[in-house]
């Protein structure tokens, strides 16, 4: 579709001669996603148009029960290193506008969202006004205002606070209009204006402002949240329980249906499986890792179904760029060494040889999981076709052999007296463990000696900076875990391999570039991306991004996730795999 047709197709859009769906479907067959399409229109003054509040009496739904087989360890959102952390968060706090199961962005606290029409899109792409919900209150009765938005933006920058946002709000600003009205202002235009900062769940100022920068962690409120959202605090033990009641002042009318709800965390991902799917114990149970054929038998219990949620979510293995057996100025994994085997370009080529993604999927994730040699999947048009994927102990073993690692009395391979010996840690769940088992047996085979850590999931995601075995400190060899894409758009999915973003003991570990790897040409690329305003040019950018990090061989993409929920027959949860499932607890209701 040529410029000229775009546009006129825009502007008959506009003057209803043209459904949105039928628009949205022919850019769809041309490679443009939904999402992109929908922001075309939203910058064109074209608003999607939104469902009328749920009519009816606020309440009267009971209690509704949720199994996390890992509980959230802490609620303060700007600190939430894992998806537990995030989906416990989404309870209380709300932000901006989130992103619905079909990737339309739907205002929050937002009065609406911000067009070329209503002079919420400036023409030159460097800026956005919101208009704020007025009469909405934080669960204490106090005020939400544009203060309120503000302040979080200056909470995260602060380098002291070390928030895991901080990146969500690098090159822009935020300011204050009126009570009602923020602007943001990018440092430069912004092709993606919603970026991830309008996802942010939003924290009182008045609560926290006392605590900023050094002291972020000690606000009483990191426990007990105050937030916007439909349930307010109850009862907090991390990693163990979860409480909340409705919020009766709760800004959208006729919501939430719920009266109660309780969160409860622990077991394993088969046991929360089996509490909804078999038992009925729970009402939900979320990331179930857990084989298909399982979930299958389960299902036939007959007390819930299996939900798979289109998202983004890449579960993949991470070679260390840096040494974490040596320590630079006190610290190990320091940015500043390099690992001692995996500078070796034969040694990563052997060990991506030596990961068996088809049968990792037929033999544990089956429908939970495609395989694929890309870190970037979804939406499609990001999908690149460069990279390629091959299971061969053979062609492993003759990389080794030809880059001088010899076999030595053992079986295992060295060379200049170093032998070829990893240490692969993941989280504790089945499925992570049987791919850590099916990867060390073809290792061995090739002469590599593979030592597996299981770390319980609530230590292995968490931010304690005292603790060695949080993913975010990589002190191992190898490591696996899923990252979700968390937006449509994969700018936030592709910083975990800036170096701006590398995890570090100066940044108390909270950064998203768990392996240290850098490029100067991703580096490059990513900047590019951040600023093109053409689709196609930027589309071409992460493509190549994915390309520099998966060809490098540092990260070996695995299985392409969808979420995968366990829900009772009768709960009505609107689950989008843009967002945390948690995030539309507000229009979570139950059968008759």
Same mark, same amino acid.
Not at 7 to 13: D, H, K, Q
Not at 169 to 197: N, Q
Not at 212 to 227: E, F, M, Q, T, Y
Not at 306 to 324: C, K, R, S, T, W
């Given at each position: 579709?040529?410029?000229?047709?775009?546009?006129?197709?825009?502007?008959?859009?506009?003057? /209803?001669?043209?459904?949105?769906?039928?628009?949205?479907?022919?850019?769809?067959?041309?490679?443009?996603? +939904?999402?992109?399409? =929908?922001?075309?229109?939203?910058?064109?003054?074209?608003?999607?148009?939104?469902?009328?509040?749920?009519?009816?009496?606020? /309440?009267?739904? =009971?209690?509704?029960?949720?199994?996390?087989? #890992?509980?959230?360890?802490?609620?303060?959102?700007?600190?939430?290193?894992?998806?537990?952390?995030?989906? %416990?968060?989404?309870?209380?706090?709300?932000?901006?506008?989130?992103?619905?199961?079909?990737?339309?962005?739907?205002?929050?606290?937002?009065?609406?969202? &911000?067009?070329?029409?209503?002079?919420?899109?400036?023409?030159?792409?460097?800026?956005?006004?919101?208009?704020?919900?007025?009469?909405?209150?934080?669960?204490?009765?106090?005020?939400?205002?544009?203060?309120?938005?503000?302040?979080?933006?200056?909470?995260?920058?602060?380098?002291?606070?070390?928030?895991?946002?901080?990146?969500?709000?690098?090159?822009?600003?935020?300011?204050?209009?009126?009570?009602?009205?923020?602007?943001?202002?990018?440092?430069?235009?912004?092709?993606?204006?919603? !970026?991830?900062?309008?996802?942010?769940?939003?924290?009182?100022?008045?609560?926290?402002?006392?605590?900023?920068?050094?002291?972020?962690?000690?606000?009483?409120?990191?426990?007990?949240?105050?937030?916007?959202?439909?349930?307010?605090? *109850?009862?907090?033990?991390?990693?163990?329980?979860?409480?909340?009641?409705?919020?009766? !002042?709760?800004?959208?009318?006729?919501?939430?249906?719920?009266?109660?709800?309780?969160?409860?965390?622990?077991?394993?991902?088969?046991?929360?499986?089996?509490?909804?799917?078999?038992?009925?114990?729970?009402?939900?149970?979320?990331?179930?890792?857990?084989?298909?054929?399982?979930?299958?038998?389960?299902?036939? %219990?007959?007390?819930?179904?299996?939900?798979?949620?289109?998202?983004?979510?890449?579960?993949?293995?991470?070679?260390?760029?840096?040494?974490?057996?040596?320590? *630079?100025?006190?610290?190990?994994?320091? &940015?500043?060494?390099?690992?001692?085997?995996?500078?070796?370009?034969?040694?990563?080529?052997?060990? =991506?040889?030596?990961?068996?993604?088809?049968?990792?999927?037929? @033999?544990?994730?089956?429908?939970?999981? *495609?395989?694929?040699? $890309?870190?970037?999947?979804?939406? #499609?048009?990001?999908?690149?076709?460069?990279?390629?994927?091959?299971?061969?102990?053979?062609?492993?073993? +003759?990389?080794?052999?030809?880059? !001088?690692?010899?076999?030595?009395?053992?079986?295992?391979?060295?060379?200049?007296?170093?032998?070829?010996?990893?240490?692969? #840690?993941?989280?504790?769940?089945?499925?992570?463990?049987?791919?850590? +088992?099916?990867?060390?047996?073809?290792?061995?085979?090739? %002469?590599?000696?593979?030592?597996?850590?299981?770390?319980?999931?609530?230590? @292995?995601?968490?931010?304690?900076? !005292?603790?060695?075995?949080?993913? /975010?400190?990589?002190?191992?060899?190898?490591?696996?875990?899923?990252?979700?894409? =968390?937006?449509?758009?994969?700018?936030?999915?592709?910083?975990? @391999?800036?170096?701006?973003?590398?995890?570090?003991?100066? $940044?108390?570990?909270?950064?998203?570039?768990?392996?240290?790897?850098?490029?100067?040409?991703?580096?490059?690329?990513?900047?590019?991306?951040?600023?093109?305003?053409?689709?196609?040019?930027?589309?071409?950018?992460?493509?190549?991004?994915?390309?520099?990090?998966?060809?490098?061989?540092?990260?070996?993409?695995?299985?392409?996730?969808?979420?995968?929920?366990?829900?009772?027959?009768?709960?009505?949860?609107?689950?989008?795999?843009?967002?945390?499932?948690? %995030?539309?607890?507000?229009?979570?209701?139950?059968?008759?």
């Amino acid at each position: 579709m040529k410029e000229a047709e775009l546009r006129r197709a825009v502007e008959a859009v506009r003057e /209803g001669r043209l459904p949105r769906r039928r628009f949205i479907e022919s850019l769809a067959a041309l490679g443009v996603t +939904a999402p992109m399409a =929908g922001l075309l229109l939203l910058d064109a003054g074209v608003a999607q148009a939104q469902p009328a509040p749920a009519p009816g009496k606020r /309440g009267g739904g =009971g209690p509704l029960r949720l199994l996390f087989w #890992q509980g959230p360890t802490l609620l303060n959102p700007h600190f939430a290193t894992g998806t537990k952390d995030e989906e %416990g968060t989404a309870v209380f706090f709300e932000p901006l506008a989130r992103w619905d199961p079909e990737g339309n962005l739907v205002p929050v606290l937002a009065a609406e969202l &911000p067009s070329r029409d209503n002079g919420g899109l400036s023409a030159d792409g460097k800026s956005v006004t919101w208009k704020l919900k007025r009469g909405v209150t934080w669960h204490d009765g106090t005020p939400f205002t544009a203060d309120d938005v503000v302040f979080n933006w200056q909470y995260a920058s602060d380098t002291a606070t070390a928030a895991v946002t901080a990146g969500r709000y690098l090159g822009m600003k935020v300011e204050k209009i009126d009570a009602a009205t923020v602007r943001v202002v990018f440092d430069k235009p912004a092709p993606f204006w919603p !970026g991830s900062y309008s996802s942010v769940r939003l924290i009182p100022k008045h609560l926290h402002a006392a605590y900023g920068g050094a002291k972020s962690r000690d606000a009483p409120a990191n426990l007990k949240p105050v937030g916007t959202g439909p349930y307010k605090f *109850v009862e907090f033990k991390p990693g163990d329980l979860l409480r909340a009641e409705l919020y009766a !002042g709760y800004h959208q009318p006729g919501k939430p249906y719920f009266d109660s709800l309780e969160l409860k965390g622990g077991g394993d991902a088969p046991s929360a499986a089996r509490a909804v799917l078999q038992t009925g114990e729970y009402d939900y149970a979320w990331n179930l890792q857990v084989e298909d054929e399982i979930l299958k038998r389960l299902e036939n %219990g007959g007390k819930g179904r299996v939900a798979f949620v289109e998202g983004g979510a890449i579960e993949a293995i991470l070679l260390n760029h840096a040494d974490p057996a040596a320590e *630079v100025d006190g610290e190990r994994a320091s &940015p500043k060494s390099q690992h001692p085997l995996f500078s070796d370009p034969a040694v990563r080529q052997a060990v =991506g040889l030596l990961v068996d993604r088809a049968g990792v999927q037929q @033999f544990i994730y089956g429908r939970a999981g *495609v395989p694929t040699t $890309n870190y970037l999947n979804n939406p #499609q048009r990001y999908r690149s076709r460069n990279t390629r994927g091959e299971f061969s102990i053979d062609k492993a073993s +003759a990389v080794l052999e030809a880059a !001088g690692w010899k076999r030595g009395a053992n079986g295992i391979r060295e060379k200049n007296g170093r032998k070829l010996t990893l240490l692969f #840690q993941t989280s504790t769940n089945a499925p992570r463990q049987k791919t850590q +088992a099916i990867f060390k047996q073809a290792a061995g085979k090739a %002469g590599i000696e593979v030592e597996l850590k299981a770390v319980v999931g609530s230590v @292995f995601f968490s931010s304690d900076v !005292g603790n060695p075995d949080t993913y /975010g400190k990589f002190w191992a060899d190898i490591e696996m875990y899923t990252r979700s894409q =968390g937006l449509p758009d994969p700018e936030r999915l592709m910083q975990a @391999f800036c170096s701006w973003e590398i995890s570090s003991k100066a $940044n108390k570990w909270l950064r998203v570039n768990l392996n240290r790897w850098r490029s100067d040409d991703y580096d490059q690329a990513y900047r590019a991306a951040e600023v093109e305003l053409d689709p196609v040019k930027r589309t071409a950018l992460f493509i190549r991004m994915n390309d520099l990090v998966c060809n490098d061989g540092y990260v070996i993409p695995l299985v392409y996730r969808p979420d995968v929920a366990g829900l009772a027959n009768k709960l009505v949860a609107p689950l989008s795999g843009w967002d945390n499932h948690l %995030g539309s607890l507000a229009d979570w209701t139950r059968r008759a």
